[in-house]
Every structure is written in structure tokens, then in C-alpha cells.
T-cell receptor
């Protein structure tokens, strides 16, 4: 079963705008990872944030983690048409080895 | 460093047949996990192998099985295929450790007709 819920399910913006996606989860986690998927292809790892971290940056990506609210957000700044993809959060529980994925957010960036 | 390689990329099988999918992890990665992705159920964990042993298993019927070889390459097998097994099957490899960033292959698109 899917632990994570992502919000929104779909997001359409113009190039240059920022995109924010949210993810909620239910159990205690060791870390949370964000992935991108283009048109049903493989998952590309974007960023990993550990449970003891609150914010992390990587290029145009900013991820926050609030373990008290069991939620995370992914911000993509200055979006480009090439950012059009599905974005998934995945949690790795403290007691397990599997990744549990959210349902994903379909991001469309219009040129 | 080569990424995770999955073969074949596409596969069409008939109901009742069986299929074997292959995954070669990144060199040095000893943990291999398999996931099934469908439009209805999303991404679901199938199983994880480490040092040729299954360490974790998802909630799938016994028709789904896997194994890992001494070189860390892994195969998954689905027997008695059903239409609902049509999916993108993704393999991920990772180092062992608390961080355990997972790297995914391009997947095998299985269509059961």
C-alpha cells in the first residue's frame, strides 16, 4: 500500500515559475527521497533528505522535511519545459529496507 | 560508472506463460530491490535481495519470485501470467547502509495479452 500522499496530483505552470509539490507519510522514517520519472521510464534520483535534516538544496531544487507533521515539500525554482515529468516522494522506514512511494505529482511546464 | 541495467526493455507475453526479467546493479552495490508500477496501484515494492538472500518481500502472490547471484545480478520471475501483471517493472540498486540512496534502472515494460 502507498504510504505517501502527494499533493497536488497534477500541476501546470509556465516556464520560469516555481513549482511546489508536497508529500505526507505515516510512519517513522530514516530518510525521504524525491524522484523524477519521464513518460513511464526509469526513476531518476533527485535528492535525499535524512530524518534529522530540515532542509536541503541541490541546484534549482529545495526540499524541506517536517518530521513532526510527517510531511515534505519539493520546490523547483525557475522551472523549464524539460522539468515536465512525474515527481514521486519515497520514504525509507527506520525499521525496514523498502522504499514506500507516494502517488506522484504530474508536473507540466508550458513553454 | 555504469548505471543499473535492466533487460529486456519491452516484453509481450501471453496469459499463462512465465517470464524472467534481469537486473544488473551498479558495480559495488549489493542490494537489489524490485518494484512494480501500474496506473492503478502506483509503485509497489516486490522484494529485496542482499548477498543472494531475500531480505524483504512485498505483498505479492507466490507467482512472483526472484533471486540474486553471487555477482549481485538479480532476476525476477513471474509464473502463470495474468493480464493484471502488465506493468513497468523497476529494479533499484543501493549500497548497504543507513542512507541507502536507491538508483533505478530504465525498467522492463511487460505487456500480458
Amino acid at each position: 500500500s502507498q504510504q505517501g500522499e502527494e499533493d497536488p496530483q497534477a500541476l501546470s505552470i509556465q516556464e520560469g515559475e516555481n513549482a511546489t509539490m508536497n508529500c505526507s507519510y505515516k510512519t517513522s522514517i530514516n530518510n525521504l527521497q524525491w524522484y523524477r520519472q519521464n513518460s513511464g521510464r526509469g526513476l531518476v534520483h533527485l535528492i535525499l533528505i535524512r530524518s534529522n535534516e530540515r532542509e536541503k538544496h541541490s541546484g534549482r531544487l529545495r526540499v524541506t522535511l517536517d518530521t513532526s507533521k510527517k510531511s515534505s515539500s519539493l520546490l523547483i525554482t525557475a522551472s523549464r519545459a524539460a522539468d515536465t515529468a512525474s515527481y514521486f516522494c519515497a520514504t525509507r522506514e527506520t525499521s525496514g529496507s523498502r522504499l514506500t512511494f507516494g502517488e506522484g505529482t504530474q508536473l507540466t511546464v508550458n513553454p | 560508472k555504469a548505471g543499473v541495467t535492466q533487460t529486456p526493455r519491452y516484453l509481450i507475453k501471453t496469459r499463462g506463460q512465465q517470464v524472467t526479467l534481469s537486473c544488473s546493479p551498479i558495480s559495488g552495490h549489493r542490494s537489489v530491490s524490485w518494484y512494480q508500477q501500474t496506473p492503478g496501484q502506483g509503485l509497489q515494492f516486490l522484494f529485496e535481495y542482499f548477498s543472494e538472500t531475500q531480505r524483504n518481500k512485498g505483498n505479492f502472490p507466490g507467482r512472483f519470485s526472484g533471486r540474486q547471484f553471487s555477482n549481485s545480478r538479480s532476476e525476477m520471475n513471474v509464473s502463470t501470467l495474468e493480464l493484471g501483471d502488465s506493468a513497468l517493472y523497476l529494479c533499484a540498486s543501493s549500497l548497504v547502509g543507513q542512507t541507502r540512496q536507491a538508483f533505478f534502472g530504465q525498467g522492463t515494460r511487460l505487456t500480458v495479452v
